[in-house]
């Protein structure tokens, strides 16, 4: 008998590479679901090491974790060691819109003006609206919601305009997310309505009836924005 293999050669190997990415998105789920439950609170300061510490991961994996929570808006990073939970007083709010809104109509102006563009994402995103609207899924709605605005933004060509809408429009999205209760199924598919309106002007070349539209859908979400920091203002006190 010729003795046995410790691993038989016909077998497929169990040894395999593992995937490093699947280690960033297990952190960067349990620190946003923190976040969201109120364990990690708006304002508080994070470190890598201490969350590395807590997770059982190593730092570069929480550093990693921490960049996409960023892009997400979840996250406020100065420095390496000042990295926070994104918290907006009521000053910010109103900083934050009065840029946001006038680049806003400014990604409507440069897509109206030229017909044609490649709108196919925006549609896409605004169709992801609708069918978490219609689901009741709030995550999935908010998540479509900032991808349709990401879209018209890349869309319109113009990269400074990307770049300055990106320091601004997640914290706000993150902001409603983790302050907000959640929005009703109505609510969600008027908004989706709305959004869908405003591609269709857009795609029309109505400048001016986007604009429109577009300023309403700001000054509703600024709104609603600032009632919501009033609110846990005054929670805050109460307490």
Not at 15 to 36: C, E, W
Not at 44 to 60: D, H, M, N, W
Not at 76 to 105: C, F, N
Not at 229 to 237: F, G, P, Q
Request: glycine residues 6%; aromatic residues 4%; charged residues 30%.
């Amino acid at each position: 008998m010729t003795p046995s293999t410790a691993l038989d050669q016909n077998e497929p190997s169990i040894l395999t590479k593992i995937d490093r990415r699947s280690l960033k998105g297990a952190a960067v789920d349990q620190i946003r679901t923190a976040i969201l439950r109120g364990e990690l609170k708006p304002g508080e300061r994070i470190t890598e090491l201490g969350l590395a510490k807590t997770l059982g991961v190593g730092q570069a994996t929480i550093r990693e974790a921490l960049i996409e929570l960023e892009h997400q808006g979840f996250i406020q990073r100065g420095t390496p060691r000042k990295t926070y939970v994104t918290a907006l007083s009521q000053q910010d709010i109103k900083e934050m819109y009065l840029v946001r809104i006038r680049l806003e109509l400014l990604a409507v102006e440069l897509l109206a003006a030229e017909k044609g563009k490649d709108l196919s994402e925006c549609e896409r995103a605004f169709q992801g609206m609708e069918e978490a609207a219609r689901k009741g899924k709030v995550p999935e709605f908010i998540q479509e919601d900032l991808n349709f605005h990401r879209k018209l933004w890349q869309s319109a060509g113009n990269r400074s305009l990307v770049d300055l809408l990106e320091r601004l429009v997640p914290r706000l999205f993150a902001f409603f997310i983790i302050r907000s209760p959640d929005p009703s199924r109505q609510s969600m598919l008027e908004g989706a309505r709305q959004h869908g309106h405003l591609l269709q002007l857009i795609k029309e070349g109505k400048e001016k009836e986007a604009k429109v539209v577009m300023q309403e859908s700001m000054q509703q979400a600024r709104s609603e924005d600032l009632r919501i920091s009033r609110r846990n203002s005054h929670s805050s006190k109460r307490l």
